[in-house]
């Protein structure tokens, strides 16, 4: 698509930077999943626990453990599968900025939309990085470690 409309690129850029936000916060979440042996089914109108792995527990340790275990392989293999795409779309708008950016003269005569709507996604998203660098070096600040150091 980013190769039939180019200005669309902000848009899928903005997209994107969504679904990875939305990936990063699904992998963190099944990262936790084993350490999480307490697991019981959610209640389903919602609540802390809504949306959480259900499990019903045979009342063996052992073979609890084991079936989580199993089950968060799983969800592991079947999310990666999936979610290897947001990494893909990612890779895409990173190549047709870079091809914009390699071909700015030409747009710039041929298509000056182009340019414009490549630059304003570059400085998108270097407003994007100094906000994530900002908040990263206020944790450290706050966690006692040297800011400049743990951005």
Known sequence: ELNRDRLMLK???LKSRT???????????????????????ST????????RLSMVRSGDAAADSDALEKTHSRIKLVAGNHLGIVRTLGEDVRNTLWENLNHCFELAQDK????VMTVEVVELHQRLQHHL???TRKRAIDA???GDDEA
């Open 112 to 115: 000056p939309e182009v340019l």
């Open 144 to 146: 006692g470690l040297d």
């Open 19 to 41: 679904l990875e936000r939305w990936r990063d916060h699904l992998l963190e979440e099944i990262k936790l999943l084993p350490a999480r042996p307490s697991m019981t089914s």
């Open 133 to 135: 660098y900002e908040a």
């Open 11 to 13: 848009e899928v850029y």
């Open 44 to 51: 389903p109108g919602g609540g802390a626990r809504a949306g």
